[in-house]
């Protein structure tokens, strides 16, 4: 019994002296952090838009008479000028369709010659009274019908002319070649469905882009313009991202607005024209269009002092005690370095700037070198 008395007695005094020593412990020091106090702004944000990059001329290339591909003067994705030829239909059968009209007209018109002379004949024997005036009426008559004969024959030899020469098929603009689908020797017609090829004038682009109905409005409210036409004129330029997410080195102008928005989609098409000299774009290509929208009085937060968790965005608001709390905020738009904030955090709010990594829930900082987001 003794013992026990004295191996307990020991343990307490363990016990003591280890809890005398936690108490004794000095607590760690709160963390000096910079940190944000957030106040009304003015911005620009970059809304992005999908676009489908076209020349600013795109033609199918088609013959227009029927015929043997003889030669095919261009190679795919070649670069023509206008005037320059691409393609050679055979000729032959055109050629003699020509010289056969040609032989027409010249019959004709030795064919008007005799009724000519004929008349002029039988003028003067009218005159004189030598035969009668039905048979001058006659000789006019057939005068008529041997004109009418070289006039016809005449249009037949121009169309034989413009037949022939559709054999030949030139660039009709300067651009780039498309493919080829048609082989030297294959038949091609006016009504095939595969055109010969494709020409695209890309000297500039449009990148044609939709917005939905209230995009549209917000678009209308807040650009200066009475019409739609001075807002065009008065538009910001704007920007085009590539498919690799890499920026297209030039801007470009909204220069079209539809008539009338899709009634499938609920949108309404606009176009904007970017330049395009070294030709690095070509039809076809997509993108995104990004369209720059003023805002008053809205509330930006750097990019930096968010993190992201699971698609959401929070940040390490700060209170009058200096204790921190992980806030979820929701983004409506981005400028180049800063989220523009619709809900989560208002003006005269702090949050922690940078180092918040590793905080927890209700842990309590030190706040330094308050940096303020001012209106501008």
């Known amino acids: 019994m003794k013992n026990s008395l004295f191996f307990y007695a020991i343990g307490a005094l363990i016990i003591t002296a280890c809890a005398h020593n936690q108490a004794s412990a000095p607590q760690a020091a709160a963390p000096a952090l910079p940190v944000i106090s957030i106040a009304n702004t003015d911005a620009v944000t970059d809304a992005e838009f999908p676009a489908a990059l076209q020349g600013t001329v795109d033609i199918e290339i088609r013959p227009q008479v029927s015929g043997n591909l003889e030669r095919i003067l261009v190679d795919e994705g070649a670069y023509v000028t206008k005037g320059q030829p691409l393609f050679k239909i055979n000729e032959q059968p055109f050629r003699e369709q020509l010289n056969n009209a040609t032989a027409q007209l010249r019959a004709a018109e030795a064919a008007q010659t005799n009724a000519q002379l004929e008349v002029e004949k039988l003028t003067p024997l009218v ?17 008529k019908i041997a004109t009418a004969n070289v006039e016809q024959a005449r249009a037949a030899v121009g169309s034989a002319k413009i037949n022939l020469g559709y054999t030949s098929i030139s660039a009709p603009v300067s651009g780039y070649i498309g ?6 020797g294959s038949l091609v017609s006016p009504a095939d469905f595969e055109a010969m090829t494709t020409l695209s004038d890309v000297h500039e682009v449009y990148a ?65 024209k970017f330049p395009n000299a070294k030709g690095l774009l070509r039809s076809g290509n997509t993108g995104k269009v990004l369209l720059s929208l003023p805002h008053s009085d809205a509330i930006l937060v750097p990019q930096e ?29 981005k400028t180049d370095n800063s989220y523009l904030v619709e809900s989560g955090v208002k003006p005269g709010d702090r949050i ?6 590793n905080l927890q829930e209700g842990a309590i900082i030190k706040p330094e070198e308050e940096k303020i987001l001012a209106k501008n």
């Open 208 to 272: 044609y882009f939709s917005l939905g109905e209230s995009d549209f409005i917000r678009f209308k409210t807040d650009h200066e313009g009475a019409t739609l036409n001075e807002k065009l004129k008065k538009l910001p330029a704007v920007k085009l991202v590539l498919s690799d997410n890499s920026a297209y080195e030039q801007t470009g102008r909204i220069d079209m607005i539809d008539g009338q928005f899709d009634k499938t989609t609920g949108a309404i098409t606009l176009r904007a």
């Open 179 to 184: 493919r080829l689908p048609k082989k030297q």
């Open 352 to 357: 922690v700037f940078k180092g918040f990594e």
């Open 127 to 143: 005159a004189n009274n030598v035969v009668s005036d039905y048979q001058l009426k006659t000789a006019k008559a057939a005068f």
């Open 305 to 333: 002092a968010t993190i992201e968790i699971q698609d959401k965005i929070f940040v390490f608001t700060v209170d009058k005690s200096n204790k921190v709390s992980k806030q979820p905020i929701a983004v409506s738009g």
